[in-house]
């Protein structure tokens, strides 16, 4: 039965039910899941028994769903992956296989959490896509550099407030076992390094940032029952004056 109904979804002519949130990126990814599942991964081609099986109705929101749905969402990414040259279609042994084509994304997605968009980046279908695609894909680029240098710059300042508290509790602390990748020969202070650090940050990815600021953190957190030095008193001209005296 499963494997009538992704049949039917091969047939000319078939009107695919359509999807409205990012359907070519998502039957891409769908399709690439699917191979990935089969222990043999993209090296063997998937015959239409097998994807029968695996698309078999499961369970939704606690009721059997119907199981010609999901038989038919296989039969559409198997019909959207033909069309798109992801996969090809053939007959063995009196059965229908499909064998991958492109085993890396056809599509990817760009863009902030509130307007997500699809982009192709092979396989254009003309210049003039082609010239959008990588259009959008430059923009995504400075879209990602922006949102890593403010996020970058944030953290830099952690790590400042961090290094001021820490330097003016412990200007001795040493950076063995916590920031060595800084150091250079003959060099064991956080103190020494401190520029260092703070320079470094303006080129790095935020995960790498984030783990220096954690460690400034941490090494904090080991001073700060340390007295903070007292105020160097303030001599006043007519104090001066006074001593002079003297």
């Known amino acids: 039965m499963h494997e009538n109904i992704i049949l039917e979804t091969l047939q000319p002519g078939y009107q695919p039910l359509p999807r409205r949130y990012l359907p070519d990126y998502s039957q891409n990814m769908a399709l690439l899941n699917t191979y990935s599942v089969f222990s043999e991964g993209a090296e063997l081609p998937i015959s239409i028994k097998d994807l029968a099986l695996l698309y078999q109705p499961g369970i939704d929101r606690g009721r059997p769903s119907r199981p010609d749905l999901a038989a038919r969402d296989a039969g ?58 990588l259009k959008e894909m430059k923009r995504e680029e400075a879209r990602i550099e922006r949102a890593r240098v403010k996020e970058v710059s944030k ?88 001593l002079a005296k003297f």
């Open 76 to 133: 559409e990414m198997m019909r959207w992956s033909i069309e798109n040259g992801v996969i090809k279609a053939f007959e063995w042994s009196g059965c229908i296989h499909f064998r991958l084509l492109e085993r890396e994304p056809l599509y990817i997605v760009v863009g902030p959490s509130t307007n997500r968009r699809q982009v192709r980046v092979r396989r254009w279908r003309s210049a003039e896509e082609e010239r959008l695609s």
């Open 155 to 242: 953290l830099k300042t952690d790590a400042e407030h961090f290094l001021s508290e820490i330097l003016a509790r412990d200007v001795d602390v040493d950076i063995r076992g916590t920031l060595e990748d800084f150091a250079v020969p003959g060099v064991s202070k956080l103190v020494e390094i401190k520029n260092h650090v703070l320079g470094s940050m303006d080129d790095m990815d935020p995960k790498t940032a984030q783990g220096i600021v954690l460690t400034l953190k941490r090494q904090y957190s080991e001073v700060l029952s340390l007295p903070l030095p007292e105020p160097a008193l303030e001599i006043q001209d007519e104090d001066l004056d006074i």
